[in-house]
């Protein structure tokens, strides 16, 4: 699958330690044969748990209702519903009070039945889009690709729900580029390195993604890993200095 090529020449562009994840929510509930379902093994599972399973494990994990694991994203991807989801973040102390403002960002109940992850470079289905884990550098080569066409990036940041809402639903619903930090659930239940960042583009930017991460600064001479510069007399500490003018030459 093209996707699948793609997926192998961003990762090794950006010299990536997991792959990047697919991602596709179905409104049927066909699910991929080879797919691993965790209700299969009596398991529930939090999206970015599923999300980290795939990128580590290189599966596609398919999630339906009875799958999830996490109260705040089962509202959020419309598998339950719930009269406020802020009335829950205010009860476990992440929002002051009723008062703060908050946006709750919903899917449609019941639109969805299965949502897929998988391994960008080995799932069969087509992404709707795309999740990329990387350090700061690499997620910075990603902003200077999509700059590279104009425009910014988005990040409408909470470090709450970076990877499942924050990262991806700008990607999946509004068809944006946009950036998260993690925060809670990514670092406790989904592996996250205290270092990396979440990058997530609609199926639509792949192709452009590649092409700025190939030509972005081209003529500068950036690329991943940046060239250190390093043509340069170092200047020492005064002591250091004093007594090699002391130094007899041989």
Same mark, same amino acid.
């Given at each position: 699958?093209?996707?699948?090529?793609?997926?192998?020449?961003?990762?090794?562009?950006?010299?990536?330690?997991?792959?990047?994840?697919?991602?596709?929510? @179905?409104?049927?509930? *066909?699910?991929?044969?080879?797919?691993?379902?965790?209700?299969?093994?009596?398991? !529930? #599972? =939090?999206? $970015?748990?599923?999300?980290?399973?795939?990128?580590?494990?290189?599966?596609?994990?398919?999630?339906?209702?009875?799958?999830?694991?996490?109260?705040?994203?089962?509202?959020?991807?419309?598998v339950a519903t719930y009269d406020s989801l802020k009335e829950i973040l205010?009860?476990?102390?992440?929002?002051?009070?009723?008062?703060?403002?908050?946006?709750?960002?919903?899917?449609?109940?019941?639109?969805?039945?299965?949502?897929?992850?998988?391994?960008?470079?080995?799932?069969?289905?087509?992404?709707?889009?795309?999740?990329?884990?990387?350090?700061?550098?690499?997620?910075?080569? @990603?902003?200077?690709? *999509?700059?590279?066409?104009?425009?910014?990036?988005?990040?409408?940041?909470?470090? !709450? #729900? =970076?990877? $499942?809402?924050?990262?991806?639903?700008?990607?999946?619903?509004?068809?944006?580029?946009?950036?998260?930090?993690?925060?809670?659930?990514?670092?406790?239940?989904?592996?996250?390195?205290?270092?990396?960042?979440?990058?997530?583009?609609?199926?639509?930017?792949?192709?452009?993604?590649?092409?700025?991460?190939?030509?972005?600064?081209?003529?500068?001479?950036?690329?991943?890993?940046?060239?250190?510069?390093?043509?340069?007399?170092?200047?020492?500490?005064?002591?250091?200095?004093?007594?090699?003018?002391?130094?007899?030459?041989?």
């Amino acid at each position: 699958m093209e996707w699948n090529d793609r997926g192998k020449k961003i990762s090794e562009i950006l010299k990536l330690k997991t792959p990047p994840v697919g991602v596709k929510f @179905l409104e049927d509930e *066909k699910i991929p044969e080879d797919a691993f379902r965790p209700s299969k093994y009596d398991l !529930k #599972m =939090a999206v $970015c748990q599923a999300i980290a399973f795939a990128r580590y494990s290189g599966r596609t994990v398919a999630l339906k209702g009875e799958d999830f694991a996490c109260p705040p994203v089962t509202l959020i991807y419309g598998v339950a519903t719930y009269d406020s989801l802020k009335e829950i973040l205010v009860s476990v102390n992440w929002l002051k009070d009723m008062s703060c403002d908050f946006e709750e960002v919903k899917l449609p109940a019941g639109k969805y039945k299965v949502f897929l992850f998988g391994d960008l470079t080995k799932m069969k289905e087509k992404p709707d889009a795309i999740l990329i884990f990387g350090n700061p550098e690499q997620i910075g080569r @990603l902003i200077q690709a *999509k700059t590279y066409f104009g425009g910014t990036v988005k990040a409408s940041l909470t470090a !709450k #729900m =970076a990877s $499942c809402a924050e990262a991806l639903l700008p990607a999946l619903l509004d068809k944006e580029v946009a950036i998260a930090v993690p925060g809670a659930g990514d670092r406790v239940f989904a592996a996250i390195d205290e270092n990396e960042l979440v990058f997530a583009m609609p199926y639509e930017w792949l192709d452009k993604i590649i092409e700025g991460l190939e030509n972005a600064g081209k003529g500068a001479n950036v690329s991943y890993p940046v060239q250190r510069y390093l043509f340069f007399t170092p200047r020492f500490p005064r002591t250091y200095r004093e007594f090699a003018e002391k130094f007899k030459k041989v």
